[in-house]
């Protein structure tokens, strides 16, 4: 479907390789980049450490890998043949086409010998082509005889769902694609922020859902406006702790509160909403709270962590991607990627179980049933055992908050 299309970029690339790491409009490094690979292979001069990424100090190796982890991963479905229609050699080259431009940072590479500013392309002021996201996303039409845009926030957005940035009503969404388990990762995300609504948690990222029409068939999409702003950075929490020595006698966890403390925030505001995420992962089987799934925002004039980034992604959860739906004891045994490696052993960083009044969610399993069976088209049995691992889960919250230990594997009623 993709032969023949071919491609423009916004500026002629200097074959030299040779680039200045920007931060807005401060030169912050100079490197050497692999024209082909869009690696960076030297850091030849820093000229502001304290304008470095959070968390990435001036060793070559880390300031690449925090390079290479902007762009779409390379397990990412059809980014191989996305990358073969646009004659990109890999997922790095295609985000420095866009000079590696996103909407989480102000972050981007300048070649030597352009004359560029960070108000001219910038991603939050100005417009950018829908061309590339659609080619990602497989969703939207493209004129493959037409030279496509590689300038586009879509070549800079991580994670294994297909997404990409769209403009709407003046806003920026994050869409998110998956024609596969009936569409249900977009319809958990308006799952999600129901749960908060209905708990009065403010600090989460609201859901909206779409539609889009893959190959003539119909599916649900998930629209999460932006977080981000030209005041305002994303700082995950891999991206804070990936370089840092943890202590043999700190855990994971409380190396990351730490680290946030250190470079702002209060130590009881990080703990509030960790607490509040583990308890409402929980009861949602949220099996994907990675560390690159939650974090901080960062105040690039302040030189700090300004607070916490709202609760996102929560798009795999629900047992989207198994035939057969657990319940009973079986739900407390579900494995996960966080902190710990089984989802009941989270429970034991809670301090304050009381943090999610429990009495707001009656009835939520069946709002969270009727959602299923409106937005996506899998049988009413299956909807019908989704929602009700999360009655049970919200049992066994219960149980939590009444002091029983829920993690060990004895009978604990």
Known sequence: MKQGCTAKTRGAVMPSGLYVLKHKDMDVAMVQIDMATGKIEYVLDIYLPEELPVGVDGDVQHIAAWWASRAVPDSRRGIQQVLHCLNEETNLSLMLSAYGLGLTDHYWMQPIGEELYWRDLNFYENDFSDELGNLLTDSGRVDMEMNISKFSPASSVNGEMKKKWVRMEDTRYLMKVNVNDYGQQAVNELIASRLHERLGWVNYVPCRLDKVVVEGREYPCSLNPLFTSPECEFVSAYQMIRDYKIPNTVSNYEAVIGLAVRFGL????????????????????????????????????????????????????????????PSGESLLKITVSSFCKREADMLRYVEHPDAVDLKQLEHFHAEAEIMLKEYTDMPDKRAKAIADTIRQKIGYLGLFQQGKKIWKREKYW
Do not use: C, K, W
């Open 266 to 325: 209060e130590e009881e505001i990080v703990r509030r909403q960790l607490e509040y995420t583990i308890m409402t992962d929980f009861i949602l089987s949220n099996t994907d709270r990675h560390f690159n799934n939650f974090g901080f925002l960062y105040g690039p004039s302040q030189h700090r962590l300004v607070s916490m980034a709202p609760v996102f992604d929560t798009g795999n959860s629900l047992f989207y991607n198994q035939e057969i739906i």
